[in-house]
């Protein structure tokens, strides 16, 4: 008995996330939303950021059934000075930040030849230019207060081999997953590590508008799990990077989850 309690201390040391505050960028989300229960269970105070307040109130409601503390901060953040009040408000109420997980997103099915420069834009505003902007405003806050700091990007298992139908996406995840090794590099020796989750397939508004049978069928004949991933299955991850003692060494790292489906060929 004794060694389990003790084994159960050094894994609560590891993963323990007491005392630290995370933001969650895109938290009204399906994936991100478990992510924020999941961070919540293993101590942290979460702060959900996005546009619904009747998404986010589920959210808060299953965070706080557990215990956890929460609460919602409504921003565009495709606006980098909504994003740097979410930082003052988040301050303010919270007194610091730890971690920041970028996982807002939008999708396109519009074929290559069809889409205009305009929704082009978009998506690489919102996918891309966002993701950089939160990095931006939190990383100046952790440099100029001489904190350290976890950022996790939300990529897409299409950012490292392009899918069809979703060329614009997979072109923005892609160069997320490039720009947060950027950023690792850049800010490595200074207490900030960047890391990109990778997810597979998930029940995600993301993938609605482009999944029919087929496509369903495609996708599990190409995963050697032969399912989709379940959102529960990204919080063990997300707190490996998120920590500050079972990831230090974690950074400019692309963690893939995904049921094999990239180690998957003919």
């Keep these: 008995m004794k060694k389990n309690l003790k084994t159960m201390s050094y894994l609560n040391q590891l993963f323990n996330l007491e005392g630290q505050v995370a933001v969650i960028i895109g938290g009204t989300g399906e994936l991100c939303g478990h992510m924020a229960i999941g961070l919540a269970q293993a101590g942290a105070e979460v702060v959900l950021v ?116 979703v060329f614009s996406y997979s072109a923005s995840k892609a160069a997320v997953h490039n720009l947060s090794k950027n950023l690792a590099r850049e800010w490595a020796n200074k207490g900030i590590r960047v890391n990109t989750l990778i997810p597979g397939f998930f029940p995600a508004e993301q993938n609605k508008a482009v999944l029919d049978e087929s496509r369903v069928e495609s996708i599990l004949q190409h995963t050697p ?19 500050n003692k079972a990831g230090s060494f974690i950074t400019g790292h692309e963690m893939v989850v995904d049921g094999g489906f990239n180690s998957m060929s003919i």
């Design 225 to 243: 799990m032969q399912r989709f991933g379940n959102p529960e299955e990204l919080v063990g991850p997300v707190i490996l990077l998120a920590s």
């Design 50 to 165: 996005g546009r619904s307040q009747a998404k986010a109130d589920e959210k808060l409601t299953a965070i706080q059934k557990n215990g956890g503390k929460s609460y919602f901060i409504p921003a565009d953040v495709s606006d980098k000075n909504a994003l740097e009040k979410v930082l003052d408000a988040v301050i303010a109420q919270s007194g610091k930040v730890d971690i920041l997980i970028n996982g807002a997103g939008v999708n396109s099915p519009t074929p290559v030849l069809d889409i205009t420069v305009d929704e082009f834009k978009h998506i690489m505003d919102v996918n891309v230019a966002a993701t950089l902007q939160a990095c931006q405003v939190f990383a100046k806050y952790w440099l100029s207060n001489d904190k350290q700091g976890s950022i996790i990007n939300l990529g897409s298992i299409s950012g490292i081999n392009p899918l069809s139908r």
